[in-house]
């Protein structure tokens, strides 16, 4: 009897992690607890040796004409020539295999191969939070939503950046087989099986850089100043731009508005102090310009999906934990952990 098949499409300069989470979820024979497991097969324009990153090659076993074969077609990581320019065999492949009720997963970038599919337009989607800009540019018709782990509609996932393979291949076994079975598989892999929250937790937007242009100015000029009641005009003043252009430059380069750019950047700064300092939760929320602590509750849960009390008791633990000896009595305990 044969197992759930998942057809894992890799491409030349694939990031290893992306590859590894699948291989190590799918790939491993764990007939002991559902009997078949997965059958897990890599799939390239051709079959044989492929280049991936730190000087390691995979053998791919499949073509990509056999993607819509398999019941679950997972689009890995994408380097960056490869996200310009997908392969039409990919992408022909993708389409035909959505075309045929097969489930569709992007990890990471693996969403511009979906995008470039037509299976996202008038779709809300994600991707790893660097791209976010980039991908919003290029593909206007996908409603792109970079917090979420990943986003699923039922017949196509798209998930955020690296460590979001983990959570969403989990996520599909979940679906397959069960809570039980995910979170077995979950403790052998010694990680959390189910995070909370999304990608706004880990995430340091840039502040300066070629990314940013003629914006890393008044980008620098605002994170000195988060502690005061910043509003647009006085970005636009800084800039030396209307606020109508000063608006256009961050959706451009950055893919959000100034006033979301702030958000960001207060909660991120509100992360730190949680993580670094003892301050009480009112100081945080005055040192950070949210005002107050109903103010920063808001913004942060809405943000982080956590409340600032949780993120700092989640933190703490994990920073105890991690000098504790690793014994069964000592390793974090899920339900802590799944609100990283």
Not at 91 to 120: D, P
Not at 256 to 277: D, H, N, S
């Amino acid at each position: 009897m044969s197992g759930h098949v998942v057809g894992l499409a890799v491409t030349a300069g694939t990031p290893v992690f992306e590859l590894a989470v699948p291989c190590e979820v799918f790939g491993t024979d764990r007939s002991d607890l559902v009997d078949p497991w997965y059958e897990l097969r890599t799939c390239a324009a051709e079959p044989g040796a492929l280049p991936s990153t730190g000087g390691l090659s995979l053998h791919a076993s499949h073509r990509f004409d056999d993607l819509p074969d398999a019941d679950t077609v997972l689009v890995g990581a994408l380097a960056r020539p490869v996200q310009l320019d997908p392969p039409a065999g990919l992408v022909a492949a993708v389409r035909e295999a959505h075309r045929r009720g097969r489930r569709i997963v992007a990890l990471c970038t693996g969403a511009y191969v979906l995008a470039a599919a037509g299976l996202l337009d008038g779709r809300r989607a994600t991707t790893h939070w660097l791209n976010a800009g980039d991908f919003a540019h290029r593909f206007p018709a996908v409603e792109l939503d970079a917090s979420p782990l990943y986003i699923d509609h039922g017949d196509v996932v798209t998930t955020a950046g690296s460590g979001a393979a983990i959570d969403v291949c989990l996520h599909l076994l979940r679906q397959d087989h069960g809570a039980a079975v995910a979170g077995e598989v979950a403790r052998r892999m010694v990680v959390p099986p189910h995070r909370e929250g999304g990608q706004a937790q880990v995430t340091r937007p840039a502040v300066g850089g070629e990314r940013d242009g003629d914006l890393a100015p008044v980008l620098r000029w605002a994170v000195e100043r988060l502690h005061l009641p910043l509003t647009v005009p006085q970005l636009a003043r800084v800039a030396h731009l209307s606020e109508r252009t000063l608006a256009r430059r961050f959706r451009d380069t950055l893919g959000i508005t100034p006033l979301q750019w702030l958000l960001q950047q207060r909660v991120r700064l509100a992360q730190e102090l949680l993580e670094t300092t003892d301050l009480p939760i009112e100081e945080v929320a005055r040192d950070t310009g949210f005002g107050n602590a109903a103010n920063l509750r808001y913004h942060f849960g809405r943000v982080t999906g956590v409340s600032p009390q949780s993120y700092r008791h989640v933190f703490r633990y994990r920073a105890s934990a991690a000098t504790a000896e690793a014994t069964p009595a000592t390793l974090p305990r899920p339900d802590l952990v799944a609100q990283n």
